[in-house]
């Protein structure tokens, strides 16, 4: 397990089931980070014990998860206006190094999209590590119960109820092809500029919402309803001129970019059912843009 190239492999892997549960790449970084602290605070003897460092490293890190997603929501009480996940450009290392076949579980690129992780965000954080370990990573019961200090019964019941929360979220969702669809619509009637085109596209119940994480301008609150949402849309442009929007390739399928002078300003991702976009996820934190500058 001292063997670098081992040891980076397991490193990637670690990262991107850390940021499956953490929703950020600094602090899956972080995470893993200090389960490598612990690995090597480990005697020769004691690492030499263990019989399956990989899946050491996995319950550790996952233990280390639990403990950040619980200290998580207290800090997220003074975040500045609404918490979102990091988007990822789909051609991250992060999108699909996991090292499973995703049969009949959720897949690798699904389950790092901006819809999914919000979805994740309303999990407890027992209910969170239990079904990424097991639904995404297939952990065995067993060691997930070791993660989290529970019976090998409550851990399946967490699971459960956080597939329960998935499937009731994929529900009615847009194939990848539909999704791309209204995506392209949605970019061609932002250029027209034209109120109603916006507003057709948009589901009566839609939500936006924005996170500029107190470091740029963004709704302090989500935005809500077609006309609201259209208009603060058609806003953007008028309060940074010279902004453009690209289409982008994201494990949501496609988002779009927007730059500014040539430098990443955010990414607007979307949640798309019945042909119309339900929610719309808008990430300015720079912070949170790492991965697309």
């Not at 397991?10 to 929703?23: I, K, S, T, V």
């Not at 499937?167 to 009637?189: I, N, P, S, W």
């Not at 507003?199 to 500029?212: M, N, T, Y």
């Not at 990414?267 to 912070?287: G, K, L, M, Q, Y």
Request: include cysteine.
């Amino acid at each position: 397990m001292d063997d670098i190239d081992a040891l980076e492999s397991e490193r990637r892997n670690l990262l991107a089931l850390a940021y499956r549960m953490l929703g950020t790449v600094a602090d899956a970084e972080d995470a893993v980070q200090e389960t490598y602290v612990r690995w090597y605070r480990l005697s020769g003897d004691e690492r030499a014990e263990i019989l399956n460092p990989a899946a050491w490293l996995t319950r550790v890190a996952g233990r280390v998860c639990l403990d950040v997603l619980g200290s998580a929501r207290v800090r997220r009480e003074s975040y500045v206006g609404p918490w979102l996940p990091e988007p990822l450009p789909r051609s991250s290392p992060l999108v699909a190094s996991a090292p499973l076949d995703p049969l009949e579980r959720v897949t690798l690129d699904e389950s790092v999209s901006m819809a999914l992780l919000v979805v994740l965000e309303s999990l407890t954080p027992a209910e969170r590590v239990s079904f990424v370990l097991h639904d995404v990573f297939g952990v065995p019961f067993a060691e997930i119960a070791e993660t989290v200090g529970r019976s090998q019964d409550a851990v399946r019941q967490l699971a459960s109820q956080g597939r329960r929360r998935v499937r009731d979220r994929r529900a009615g969702m847009a194939t990848r092809e539909q999704h791309d669809a209204v995506a392209r619509a949605f970019l061609e009637a932002s250029a027209t500029g034209e109120l109603e085109r916006l507003i057709a596209l948009l589901d009566p119940d839609v939500v936006l919402r924005s996170d500029g994480g107190g470091k740029m301008s963004a709704a302090r609150r989500p935005v809500v309803g077609p006309d609201r949402v259209a208009r603060f849309l058609l806003g953007i442009p008028h309060l940074n001129p010279g902004i453009e929007l690209t289409p982008t390739e994201t494990p949501d399928g496609i988002a779009l970019l927007a730059t500014l002078n040539g430098r990443t300003d955010s990414v607007v991702s979307f949640a798309v059912a019945c042909d119309r976009i339900t929610e719309i996820f808008i990430v300015r934190n720079p912070d949170k843009l790492t991965q697309w500058q």
